[in-house]
């Protein structure tokens, strides 16, 4: 029917744009993706130390995934939380878009980008707490001093029974 091809002919532009507004948000995602994944990585690797001298006080696996992870979620979180509300103050201000598909867009986008966040996490922590911790602390440097050694002893003795209490390490 010739109708039928003049109004696919009229809605082809229609469609090309919004596949390529589609790519654009698909890529502008992945690169966001993967510049969480990077930096969450990096993040938890930097605390290496920090988590090696808290294993070596007594700190549960457990208590020390917690750290990880709940600092990561605040900080992906905060960045969603600010990314979004800049994206609704924009559709806000130029109101073409419709509320629910955008919020729908928001939810979803929020979703992914804090799930790779977090399981950028994981490996970073599972290596840091597979080592021993004094091979941690002796990797590090901080071991080889002897004032430095005799201060970490002086600090495990005067922790270690707090070690036990998990709010010890908050």
Avoid: K, W
Avoid at 21 to 46: E, K, Q
Avoid at 141 to 159: F, K, L, N, Y
Wanted: charged share 10%; hydrophobic share 60%.
């Amino acid at each position: 029917d010739v109708r039928l091809i003049a109004a696919a002919n009229r809605s082809l532009p229609a469609m090309v744009s919004a596949s390529a507004l589609a790519g654009v948000v698909a890529l502008g995602l992945f690169l966001s993706a993967a510049g969480i994944f990077s930096l969450m990585s990096v993040t938890v690797a930097r605390r290496t130390r920090e988590i090696g001298l808290r294993s070596a006080l007594g700190a549960s696996t457990g208590r020390l995934l917690v750290g990880i992870f709940s600092r990561a979620v605040l900080l992906v979180g905060g960045g969603i939380v600010a990314g979004n509300l800049f994206i609704l103050l924009v559709v806000v201000m130029g109101g073409e878009a419709g509320m629910s598909f955008v919020l729908n867009a928001l939810m979803r986008t929020s979703a992914v980008l804090l799930v790779v966040g977090l399981l950028a996490c994981v490996e970073p922590a599972r290596r840091v707490l597979t080592i021993d911790p004094t091979v941690l602390l002796h990797a590090y440097g901080s071991i080889q001093h002897t004032h430095h050694r005799e201060a970490a002893m002086a600090a495990v003795d005067a922790v270690y029974p707090a070690a036990r209490n998990a709010m010890a390490f908050p």
